[in-house]
């Protein structure tokens, strides 16, 4: 049923050819710009248009681990071991702004302890969901106020298990992210194919459409505090992980959508992570990729000596 709505809207996207079709709330304004310039950031030569991005490396934590002192426990050794060595260990001389960006996404009542025992050494902290509305009878639920109010910089919205286990849908990923902006914090847009989606080689369709659908009325302007990662559902969490070429060609395609709704500009500013099943064995080869600015992490962030060489990984001038 979700499988056939994907393509019948895919054959429209197809017919169309025009990704900015999907997306009439746009405002494509002149004004507005891509981040500072940050040495050691990623750059595409190719572009008329070069910007330059602050690599960004987050752990979702997910549903772990069971108790505050765990919680505590993993957050303290993540902070020691990267602390002020994050960007010193590649050896380059590095200020702090060219330094790796840090979040960190621990379950809701770990947030505020996780948050205090990281934000000396510069990590920062993010909730793995919230919902839209602000207050009322939703029992269960929690705020972006609240979030916001505990120290929460980044949301992830979208994540591939919120499409299925909790089946949030475009439309409510596209509110969620539309709060995270207002609400001044950063949204991290997840998308993604399937096994089955990409089986059937509409990747580059079903990206188009959950970013069409998930940025509607997305300015341009609000772009700038935007990150999308990649994450290839049948890579999450199976070891399974996407070859780096070919994750790269999705970020170059993710930035041609970008270009269509927004424009050049916008498409070569906003970061693009990667997620599913990034290690310290492979994150080298992953962040060597033009496109690739980050890597969103499961698994590895549940063992701080792994998250910590994630975030230490290898750069490209430096590795060679
Ligand atoms: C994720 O949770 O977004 C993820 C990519 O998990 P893993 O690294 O375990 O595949």
């Known amino acids: 049923m979700k499988l056939s709505f994907t393509l019948s809207l895919t054959s429209l996207l197809l017919a169309a050819g ?15 710009g891509g981040r500072s310039s940050i040495s050691n950031g990623k750059s595409q030569q190719s572009s008329a248009l070069s910007a330059e991005r602050q690599p960004i490396m987050a752990g979702n934590w997910k549903l772990n681990p069971p108790t505050e002192a765990e919680a505590l426990a ?18 380059d001389e590095m200020d702090e ?5 840090v979040v960190i996404f621990p379950p809701f009542p770990f947030i505020s302890k996780v948050r205090d025992a990281v934000q000396e050494a510069g990590l920062i902290v993010g909730a793995q969901n919230f919902y839209y509305q602000d207050s009322g009878a939703y029992t269960g639920s929690v705020s972006a106020p609240m979030i916001k109010s505990v120290g929460c910089e980044y949301v992830l ?5 919120r499409r ?5 849908t475009d439309q409510g990923i596209n509110l969620k992210v539309k709060k995270v902006l207002e609400s001044g914090m950063k949204p991290i847009l997840c998308i993604g194919e399937t096994q089955e989606e990409f089986d059937m080689d509409i990747t580059k369709e079903v990206c188009a459409m959950q970013l069409s659908k998930d940025l509607f009325g ?11 990662a990649y994450e290839p559902v049948w890579a999450i969490g199976t070891g399974l992980v996407c070859g780096s070429k070919d994750a790269n060609n999705v970020h170059v395609f993710v930035r041609e959508c970008l270009t269509k709704m927004y424009d050049e500009e916008v498409a070569q500013a906003t970061r693009i992570q990667y997620g599913g099943s990034v290690k ?8 060597a990729m033009p496109d690739i600015d980050g890597c969103l992490v499961g698994g590895a962030s549940l063992d701080g000596e792994s998250f ?5 990984y290898k750069r490209a001038s430096v590795a060679a």
Do not use: W, Y
């Open 280 to 287: 310290p064995d492979n994150v080298d080869e992953l962040m």
């Open 157 to 161: 919205c979208g994540h591939s298990e």
């Open 97 to 101: 702004a060219s330094c790796t960006e």
């Open 218 to 228: 997305i300015t341009k302007e609000q772009m700038k505090d935007v990150v999308i």
């Open 164 to 168: 299925t286990v909790f089946t949030d």
């Open 74 to 91: 993993l957050a303290t050794d993540v902070a020691t071991r990267l602390g002020d060595e994050t960007c010193a260990i590649n050896g």
């Open 308 to 312: 910590a060489r994630i975030v230490n």
């Open 18 to 32: 025009d990704v900015a079709a999907f997306a009439p709330g746009i405002i494509s304004s002149s004004s507005g």
